[in-house]
T-cell receptor
Framework: KAGVTQTPRYLIKTRGQQVTLSCSPI?????VSWYQQTPGQGLQFLFE???????NKGNFPGRFSGRQFSNSRSEMNVSTLELGDSALYLC???????????????FGPGTRLTVT | EDQVTQSPEALRLQEGESSSLNCSYT??????LFWYRQDPGKGPEFLFT???AGEEKEKERLKATLTKKESFLHITAPKPEDSATYLC?????????????FGTGTRLTVIP
């Protein structure tokens, strides 16, 4: 079974631009979560989508948004990029929502975003 | 406030030298504790889930244990390929929703 895939793997943008990242979950997984990983803050939860609806959100500004499509693929958008948005953005999928055994998440390789 | 603390930040071991990594947590309503391994430039790789105090899980040279306040990842006779950053995360709060808090990790280096 193929793992979680993310595109693009690397991205360079300038301040003020916007960016869209894509994530395809493991086949059959319907929940997709996004995380930001930086050396200083570690892994921080951005939001989770299940059945095309945002189910939970971390403490990030409104510039960070996402959506999920009917095939469970998800996109994350960051508008008005700032230097501090430079990070590894990770997507994770899990196969269910609402049961204890479904908390296990499987991560993709990430998108390395550099803002100059 | 929910918190996850991992120690040590970095650990260097000789090949075959066993040791333990620590993950202490303060959360309300723990629903699960997870261990991941992350290699440079890659996403975290799932290792274990622990749900209740006293639970233990093993995989090759790794063994994870859980108490009410902390979890340990024991590495027995490590090999250079075990070198990686090991991340601990806790799932707490609202049933069903993802509310995963990660520690900052322990960077393990195993020297041949």
């Amino acid at each position: 079974k193929a793992g979680v895939t993310q595109t693009p793997r690397y991205l360079i943008k300038t301040r003020g631009q916007q960016v869209t990242l894509s994530c395809s979950p493991i086949s059959g997984h319907r929940s997709v979560s996004w995380y930001q990983q930086t050396p200083g803050q570690g892994l921080q939860f951005l939001f989770e989508y299940f059945s095309e609806t945002q189910r939970n959100k971390g403490n990030f500004p409104g510039r960070f948004s996402g959506r999920q499509f009917s095939n469970s693929r998800s996109e994350m958008n960051v508008s008005t990029l700032e230097l501090g948005d430079s990070a590894l953005y990770l997507c994770a999928s899990r196969n269910n929502f609402g049961t204890a055994s479904s908390y296990e998440q499987y991560f993709g390789p990430g998108t390395r975003l550099t803002v100059t | 406030e929910d918190q996850v603390t991992q120690s040590p930040e970095a650990l260097r071991l000789q090949e075959g030298e066993s040791s333990s990594l620590n993950c202490s947590y303060t959360v309300s309503g723990l629903r699960g504790l997870f261990w991941y391994r992350q290699d440079p430039g890659k996403g975290p790789e799932f290792l274990f889930t622990l749900y209740s105090a006293g639970e233990e899980k093993e995989k090759e040279r790794l063994k994870a244990t859980l108490t009410k306040k902390e979890s340990f990842l024991h590495i027995t006779a490590p090999k250079p390929e075990d070198s990686a950053t090991y991340l601990c995360a806790v799932q707490a709060g609202q049933t069903g929703a993802n509310n995963l808090f990660f520690g900052t990790g322990t960077r393990l280096t195993v020297i041949p």
